[in-house]
């Protein structure tokens, strides 16, 4: 990302309305906790603590995923995955999003079959899209806490129900728990299938982890990734590869990170992305990630674009749509930045003083 002198930082109202485009977002992690609570209750599925105020409050990454965990088996119906899906959708929609890959937990569901889950989630995502006009695509996250053989199973019926909604298989829940090679049969499968592959690692484990989710699983992006840093060797492939990490501001904070190791990726020429991977767990949303991710690293609008940038150019999908989802959002930063047109000219037809909209400075894609 080039530094643009002249530009001033963008503001955090700006970045809040600003096209943005997600890579790493978990629907199970989208489920406000009042919602969580009606849910679980009518379907009599224990939680922690029926306090929603209470609900998404943890110590540690085991904490929160026992939370999450909860939370999934309160999405007991395909009718509840729908409605969870759509109305996260639609809230991102409003703060400025245009294009999502949302990880989801078939196997977190015990009341419902794959296609049962996938139906689902799939009609809260068209009915968002016929809505709002957001677009969403579909990552099958394996949970590594559960056995490798799941995760076939489940990597065997995403291939089975094909939608073409589904792009890719994920690698979540506890890095700690399960190591990516345990799962390299499940990805091996899911790439003859055609599904590109993520994973989450380096957020809480080290280097290793990372390598092993590209050696063994074939990632082409990592989630979070932080840990990369601690490797130069590894750094410097990821550079030369290309490959990309979506990292997440407020679950960096969460773990006691500072920013320092985003701004750390991003300085040693990585491509970064941010993302707000569990919004209402972590205490953000799509608008605020960015606002607070920009305006803690002092972003200009024109950094604040290369960075939406790079997540357009490591979504998967095809180069058709990356072309267009590139175009929509430089045209939604320039009408950001356009100066308002004043002193309209009754009669005339002409505007005394519009200006002739103001680019994002230097460094923009
Ligand atoms: N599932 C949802 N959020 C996660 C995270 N931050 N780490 C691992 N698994 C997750
Ligand atoms: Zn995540």
């Known amino acids: 990302m080039s530094t643009a002198p002249i530009a001033a930082p963008a ?3 700006l970045l809040r309305r600003a096209p943005k485009v997600e890579l790493h977002c978990h629907l199970e992690g989208s489920v406000p906790a009042e919602v969580a609570v009606r849910l679980a209750r009518r379907h009599g599925v224990a939680l922690p603590t029926a306090d929603a105020g209470e609900l998404y409050r943890y110590e540690d990454l085991e904490g929160f995923l026992a939370v999450y965990t909860a939370v999934s088996r309160a999405l007991a119906t395909p009718a509840d995955l729908a409605e969870v899906t759509h109305a996260c959708l639609v809230a991102s929609a409003a703060e400025g999003l245009r294009y999502r890959e949302m990880s989801f937990n078939p196997t977190n569901h015990p009341s419902m079959t794959y296609r049962q889950v996938l139906d689902g989630v799939l009609d809260g995502v068209r009915s968002a899209r016929a809505e709002t006009g957001v677009d969403c695509r579909l990552v099958v996250a394996v949970n590594r806490e559960q056995p490798p053989s799941v995760a076939l199973d489940l990597v065997r019926a995403a291939l089975e129900h094909r939608a073409e909604e589904v792009v890719a298989v994920g690698l979540d ?8 090679a345990a799962f390299a049969e499940a990805f091996a499968l899911a790439a003859r299938g055609g599904l590109h ?3 989450h690692a380096g957020e809480r484990g080290d280097a290793a982890e990372v390598a092993a989710a590209l050696d063994a699983l074939g990632a082409q992006r990592i989630d979070h990734g932080y840990a990369v840093l601690a490797d ?3 750094l410097a492939r990821c550079r030369t590869d290309g490959v990309h990490f979506a990292t997440c501001w407020s679950t960096q904070l969460f773990h006691g ?6 701004a750390g990726m991003l ?3 990585l491509a970064v992305s941010v993302n707000p ?3 209402p767990m972590f205490g953000t949303s799509t608008g605020e990630e960015l606002a607070r991710a920009g305006t803690a690293l002092g972003w200009t609008p024109g950094q604040a674009q290369q960075g939406v940038l790079a997540a357009v150019a490591a979504a998967f999908c095809d180069e058709g749509d990356r072309a267009a989802l590139a175009a929509e959002v430089r045209r939604g930063f320039a009408e950001l930045l356009a100066p308002p047109a004043v002193g309209w000219t009754a009669g005339s037809g002409t505007c005394a003083s519009a200006g002739s909209g103001a680019g994002p400075g230097p460094g923009t894609g």
């Open 197 to 199: 592959r993520t994973a």
């Open 11 to 13: 503001s955090a109202d």
């Open 232 to 234: 130069p060797g590894l």
């Open 257 to 262: 990170g500072d920013g320092s190791a985003i």
């Open 277 to 279: 991977d569990d919004p």
């Open 267 to 269: 300085e040693a020429g």
């Open 173 to 180: 829940h506890d890095e700690l728990v399960g190591p990516p």
